[in-house]
């Protein structure tokens, strides 16, 4: 079973920037769709971010040219990084592996 890791979490300004990392334990990770989901207190989690194993990439209208999602299959490591952070960022960010996998989620909190 594949396990997930995430970290790159915290506090930050609004307009500033972070970058989250989720790494994979496993074999298989190259062949997954990954992707980052985030929830806010009171809010369903929602999708952020996904890439499939070619690279292919799917944005929240939300994250569109503010959030870059990218792998690396040889370390077995799926990017976010948010640029232009709003205080609407400020959520728990978790991995996601194939739909089914989940990590234990990082904090991000956007405040001045």
């Known amino acids: 079973q594949m396990q997930l890791v995430e970290s790159g979490g915290g506090l930050v300004q609004p307009g500033g920037s972070l970058r989250l990392s989720c790494t994979a334990s496993?074999?298989?990770?190259?062949?997954?769709?990954m992707g980052w989901y985030r929830q806010a207190p009171g809010k369903q989690r929602e999708l952020v971010a996904s890439?499939?194993?070619?690279?292919?990439?799917n944005y929240a209208d939300s994250a569109k040219g503010r959030f870059t999602i990218s792998r690396d299959n040889a370390k077995k490591t799926v990017l976010l990084q948010m640029n232009s952070l709003k205080p609407e960022d400020t959520a728990v960010y978790y991995c996601n592996g194939n739909g089914h996998l989940w990590g234990r989620g990082t904090q991000v909190t956007v405040s001045s």
């Open positions: 496993g074999s298989i990770f190259s062949i997954y769709v």
């Open positions: 890439i499939t194993a070619g690279g292919s990439t």
